[in-house]
């Protein structure tokens, strides 16, 4: 059965309604978290600071995060295919580079830090495709990422009407 895109997409209510605007109540905040996004920004590939957004947004299970990242890869040329298959990726390793993987693995590492310390094999295999530089700014896009999944979980920002903006970086 198929149906239309536009049949699923604007028409349902959230499940529940965000608790606050944390932006609005703590605006230096917000313009710290955005001034970190641009700096981290500046430092890594974009397709590959998606592929993290997301990664770390699933295993957040941060639904305002996937809705607004998916849609970003997506308006930056990222195929569904590739989006569908982060969430198996270690099953699906053939859709992505070794030092995409290495990102995506450092990604669950640092997210999951409830596993324990992140893991020197882990860290390892990433320091092997990244410079020094490349990798202070992986950490960080993961961290940042982190970041805005907590404020989106907590004040349940609700997906689902996120649209896309051009970006200069």
């Given amino acids: 059965m198929t149906t239309n895109e536009s049949d699923h997409q604007h028409d349902?209510?959230?499940?529940h309604e965000p608790r606050l605007a944390w932006a609005k109540l703590a605006p230096d905040v917000s313009k710290?978290?955005?001034g970190?996004?641009?700096?981290v920004r500046a430092g890594i590939d974009p397709v590959l600071y998606e592929l993290v957004k997301i990664r770390a947004s699933q295993i957040n299970h941060c639904a305002f995060c996937l809705d607004m990242h998916t849609k970003e890869a997506m308006a930056a040329g990222e195929s569904v295919e590739r989006i569908v298959q982060l969430s198996a990726w270690q099953e699906s390793r053939h859709f992505y580079s070794p030092r995409e993987i290495a990102a995506i693995e450092l990604t669950e590492a640092v997210t999951v830090?409830?596993?324990g310390f992140v893991p020197d094999e882990v860290y390892e295999r990433a320091a092997a495709h990244f410079g020094e530089t490349e990798l202070a700014y992986l950490i960080a896009a993961i961290t940042v990422i982190n970041s805005w999944n907590?404020?989106?979980v907590t004040s349940r920002m609700?997906?689902?009407h996120y649209t896309p903006v051009a970006r200069n970086n």
């Fill in 36 to 39: 970190f996004e641009k700096a």
């Fill in 150 to 152: 907590r404020f989106a």
């Fill in 12 to 15: 349902r209510v959230p499940e």
């Fill in 32 to 34: 710290a978290m955005y």
């Fill in 113 to 115: 830090l409830t596993d």
């Fill in 158 to 160: 609700a997906p689902g």
